[in-house]
């Protein structure tokens, strides 16, 4: 039953995400191709430990995505009672396959990352924040993704 669930959010996640993607198209710009590849993200945290990761993504995260050339697409929470508390769902987008990789290793190695990092996840601000790994997909727009005008 929670797979099938699972699968609902992640189906309604992604048809509301290429909704929003399709929304960064200005008119005029209908038959370019989007080439840019989209990254969408699960984070489970430890319980009690998701206002930790939304402090950290509010404070540090999203800049520092930037930073890295990552542009963030949107961010959300599911609603059903048994993940609403521990998960994190996001999309975000790169030039390419190749600059993912080269983004989350420039990410990963920066400085104010590791700093943002050590200090939500300190003994004294609750310890480690997420449960496991993050689960996360790359996808590109097709070429029948809506447009909005």
């Known amino acids: 039953m929670r797979s099938n669930r699972s699968l609902l959010v992640v189906a309604a996640t992604l048809?509301?995400?290429?909704?929003?993607?399709?929304?960064?198209?200005?008119?005029?710009?209908?038959?370019?191709?989007?080439?840019?590849?989209?990254e969408l993200r699960t984070y489970t945290t430890l319980p009690g430990r998701l206002p930790a990761l939304h402090k950290r993504f509010s404070e540090h995260t999203l800049k520092l995505f930037e930073k890295?050339?990552?542009?963030?697409?949107?961010?959300?929470?599911?609603?059903?009672?048994?993940?609403?508390?521990?998960?994190?769902?996001?999309?975000?987008?790169?030039?390419?396959?190749?600059?993912?990789?080269?983004?989350?290793?420039?990410?990963?190695?920066d400085p104010d990352w590791q700093k943002a990092r050590a200090a939500s996840e300190a003994p004294e601000a609750g310890g480690k924040i997420l449960a496991k790994a993050p689960e996360k997909v790359f996808m590109k727009l097709t070429g029948y993704s809506p447009v909005t005008k």
Do not use: C
Request: proline fraction near 2%; charged fraction near 25%; avoid cysteine.
């Open 15 to 38: 048809a509301t995400a290429l909704a929003g993607f399709a929304a960064g198209f200005s008119v005029g710009q209908e038959n370019k191709v989007n080439t840019r590849v989209y």
């Open 68 to 109: 890295h050339g990552m542009k963030n697409e949107a961010y959300w929470v599911p609603t059903d009672d048994e993940r609403k508390d521990t998960t994190l769902i996001y999309v975000i987008s790169h030039e390419s396959e190749e600059a993912a990789k080269k983004n989350w290793a420039d990410f990963q190695a």
